[in-house]
């Protein structure tokens, strides 16, 4: 399997930003031509980030220009140089500065500091629920499970946690810190999770489904577009292939985003060798920054598959949905779930007296300058995740959606009347909602 290909003029942009990086410029998943602030005051990083957005910001020119003072905080003076929307772009709800020693440990080294349990806090809504455990976790390792219902967290209710919409305690301060979670269901237990930096498991599941009708088709979860993923994502597809798979499934319903080299990996080795060479995305900048602009190209060696299924939620986002819009004009790409988060714009995220400050940098356009889906991509074929089952497990929900529209050639019908305007419904609601705890969201170029 090939790497993704980019263009001679990109190759050479990006080992110039990657010796930036080395130089302490850059921010984990990506860097930026424009060194950080040499001075760490109040006054000087104020004035480095007016000078940054005027230079790099996709919307510069347009976005709001206030003078530095009386912004008594980088945050707030960052807040006041974000685009305010025009036209049919939405205001920017996607730019953020995070710590950067934790974004890079993320992004670059595949580990994070966390308990490793994920709710369905994004729904606001009761049962509270476990939909997703970090498999090198403390949670993991005390069996906490996708499924299991949450009735109360350090001894506060469920009920009231989804009233406040506070889910604040799951993000630890650092390691040894812990959490207790009172959990019902069949086996009521309280555990209590203690806060760890442990690897993260970007691919932790993969298998091959048989279906009906003999069929086979490749069933595989992404949660992370870091290159840790990449290994194990080209072990899974070879096995898919070695078991007569024609059909692939991605379940990216939990995916924040990550790199575009990952993402362009991924879309390859769905699309296959007969769209070698074909344009997967371009990352368009502003007029200003136009010189940047990159192709990545798909490259593969091996045998693609007929139909592509990605499985899609709110959380989906970011280089996640690079991958459904990429595809899109060449192979059959068939989405089931909820409409994905809206995010077609990616950062160089840029380090700056220990922060890394990712403000959006460019869009992507497929090969049909297809893009700016700001309110999502809509599923194929509404579907709500109800957070029970392991994944990939033929009976979990969305799982067995996907393997029933493989066999039909047909949405498979909702329990209910009102799923289309639940899920609908959803989408709204989370669209512009801050990321859970632990959860990352981004593009980053690379």
Not at 196 to 208: A, E, G, N
Not at 261 to 286: E, I, P, Q, W
Request: hydrophobic fraction near 40%; charge should be neutral; glycine fraction near 10%.
């Amino acid at each position: 399997m090939k790497f993704a290909r980019r263009s001679r003029h990109a190759a050479h942009a990006l080992t110039v930003a990657a010796l930036l990086m080395l130089a302490g410029c850059g921010g984990g998943g990506g860097s930026s031509a424009t060194p950080g602030s040499a001075e760490c005051d109040l006054p000087a990083q104020k004035d480095w980030l007016r000078s940054y957005m005027a230079d790099t910001y996709f919307w510069s020119g347009a976005s709001p220009n206030p003078a530095p003072t009386g912004y008594t905080t980088v945050q707030t003076y960052f807040d006041a140089l974000l685009f305010t929307g025009a036209g049919a772009a939405p205001a920017d709800r996607w730019s953020y500065i995070s710590d950067a020693a934790s974004f890079s440990q993320f992004f670059t080294e595949g580990r994070t500091l966390g308990y490793g349990v994920f709710v369905n806090g994004l729904e606001l809504q009761l049962p509270l629920k476990v939909r997703f455990v970090e498999a090198q976790s403390s949670a993991a390792a005390l069996g906490v499970v996708r499924g299991d219902q949450i009735l109360a967290i350090n001894g506060r209710s469920a009920a009231d946690i989804v009233a406040a919409n506070d889910f604040s305690a799951l993000s630890p301060g650092k390691e040894g810190d812990t959490l207790s979670l009172q959990l019902g269901g069949a086996s009521p237990r309280t555990v209590t999770l203690t806060a760890s930096t442990y690897t993260l498991t970007p691919v932790p599941v993969s298998r091959v489904l048989t279906l009906p009708n003999g069929a086979k088709a490749g069933y595989v979860v992404l949660k992370d577009f870091i290159t840790q993923a990449e290994a194990p994502l080209t072990a899974a597809f070879a096995s898919f292939r070695a078991a007569g798979a024609t059909d692939v499934i991605l379940d990216l319903r939990y995916n924040g985003g990550g790199r575009v080299s990952t993402s362009a990996l991924l879309a390859s080795l769905a699309a296959g060798s007969v769209h070698d060479g074909k344009l997967f995305t371009r990352l368009s900048y502003s007029a200003r920054q136009s010189s940047r602009n990159v192709n990545y190209a798909f490259s593969a060696a091996d045998t693609g598959f007929a139909r592509v299924v990605v499985l899609t939620g709110e959380r989906t986002c970011s280089a996640s949905e690079l991958v459904v819009n990429g595809l899109k004009p060449f192979v059959q790409v068939v989405t089931i779930g909820a409409a994905s988060c809206g995010k077609p714009f990616g950062f160089n995220p840029t380090t700056s007296c220990g922060s890394t400050f990712s403000a959006v940098n460019f869009e992507s356009l497929n090969a049909l300058g297809e893009g700016r889906y700001y309110d999502g991509i809509a599923a194929n074929c509404p579907m709500v995740d109800d957070f029970n089952g392991a994944l990939g497990d033929p009976t979990e929900k969305l799982t067995a959606a996907a393997a029933s529209y493989l066999q039909t050639g047909v949405c498979p019908p909702v329990a209910a009347g009102s799923e289309r305007a639940q899920v609908l419904s959803l989408q709204r609601r989370a669209r512009g909602t801050a990321a859970e705890p632990g959860e990352r969201r981004g593009m980053w170029a690379d």
